[in-house]
C-alpha cells in the first residue's frame, strides 16, 4: 500500500531537537557504568535506553511570560498574580527558578495565587556584563534591593520565602532590609555546612584547588556544581535512567521526569566569585553556623531577626542534609517547624508537596494579613 503524504498545508511539525543533556554528560555515563558494575550487562544497557528516551522526549516547557514588576541587570521579579499578602519567592543560583512552576499541576506559586498569596518570584537570570564580577554579598545586596521595590510597588512589607540556598541568601537580606520584611520562611536552606553525613565537606576539600581559577573566571559553567550533586548520590543517573525507560512515554509521569530533569539541567552559568565564595565560605569555613558570615558591615547573625519565622526541613534530603537546615534554628526560635516526609526537591514538587508544604506554608503566610 502506497505511502499518503499529508496535504499541503498539513505537513507534521517537525520533531524538536533532541537534548543533549544530562550534563555533564561524561561524568553521567562514567557514573552509570560504575554503578552497574557486578550488576550485569542488562541494568547499564536499559538505564542508557532511558536516557536516550529522555533526550529524544517531545515535551518542552512553555514559556508563559509573566509581569516583572521590578528588575536591577540580569534579575527580574515576575508577578504571579493573585490578591492578598505579597510574598517573595527566592530560589537557589544554582539552578533556575522556574522549580517553584514546574507544570501547571505541580506549580507552588500558581497555586498559591489562588489561596490569598501575591507570589513574586525572583529569576535571578544569567549573569551579563554586571553580574560576573558579583559575590555573594553582590547578590544579597541584590536582593535587599528589590525586596525594598516589591515593598514600595505593593505599599506593604512582603513575606520573603527562600528555597535552598535562596533562604541562606534571604536571611542575610532581611538584616539589610528589616522595614521591607513581615515575616520568614526558610525551605531547606543549608546553614551549617559542616553538619550531617561529612560527604559535602569530603567534596568541598576535593574542589579547594580550583578554588583560584573559579574566582577569577567571569562565570563557570552550572555543569561544575552538577558534577558535586552527582557525587552525593552516584547510583541516582543509572536508577532515574532504568525507571523512565518503563513509564509510558505520554503518560503524565514521564512529563513530569521530563521537565524536572530539564529543570536539572537547565542552569545559567554562575557567577565566579560567587561560586567561588559558597565553596569557600560556606562549604570549607562554615561561617554562617560560626556566626562569622558578614555582608558588608553587617554580621548574618539570625537571632538578630526580629520578624515571625517558618522553617521546612524535609527528613530525607541529600542537597541540603537535615542537620544543615536545623542550624539555622539554633540561632533562631522559628514560629513554625515543618518536617515533609520527602526530599529536597520532592518537598517542593512531589506527590504530598501540596499537603506536606504547600498548605502549611500558605497558611503560615495568611497568619501575617
Known sequence: ??????????????????????????????????????????????????????????????????????????????????????????????????????????????????????????????????????????????????????????????????????????VAASLLAPEAVSRLALLAAPWDFHAGPGTHYALALAAAPLLPLIEQAGTVPMALAQGFFLALHPRAALDKFARFRRLDPDGAEARFFVALEDWVNGGAPLAGPMAAATLRDWYLLNLPAQGLWRVGDIRVAPGDLRLPVLAAVPRADRIVPPESALGVCRGLAPERLIRPASGHVGMIVGRRARTQLWDPLLAWLREGM
Open 1 to 170: 500500500m502506497p505511502t499518503q503524504r499529508p496535504a499541503s498545508g498539513d505537513a507534521p511539525a517537525p520533531a524538536p531537537h533532541a537534548r543533549c543533556w544530562p550534563q555533564p554528560l561524561h561524568l553521567h555515563l562514567a557514573m552509570m557504568a560504575l554503578a552497574s558494575a557486578g550488576e550485569g550487562p542488562n541494568v547499564l544497557a536499559e538505564a542508557l535506553e532511558g536516557l536516550g528516551a529522555y533526550q529524544r522526549h517531545s515535551y518542552r516547557r512553555d514559556q508563559q511570560e509573566r509581569p516583572v514588576l521590578a528588575s536591577e541587570g540580569s534579575s527580574r521579579l515576575l508577578d504571579y498574580g493573585g490578591t492578598g499578602m505579597p510574598a517573595l519567592f527566592v530560589p537557589s543560583l544554582v539552578n533556575p527558578a522556574t522549580i517553584l512552576d514546574l507544570l501547571p499541576e505541580r506549580s507552588l506559586l500558581a497555586h498559591a495565587a489562588t489561596q490569598g498569596i501575591r507570589p513574586l518570584l525572583l529569576d535571578w537570570g544569567s549573569p551579563g556584563a554586571a553580574e560576573t564580577g558579583f559575590d555573594l554579598a553582590a547578590y544579597v545586596g541584590r536582593l535587599a534591593r528589590l525586596l525594598g521595590q516589591a515593598a514600595t510597588m505593593t505599599g506593604t512589607p512582603v513575606a520573603l520565602v527562600g528555597y535552598c540556598m535562596g533562604g541562606t541568601l534571604a
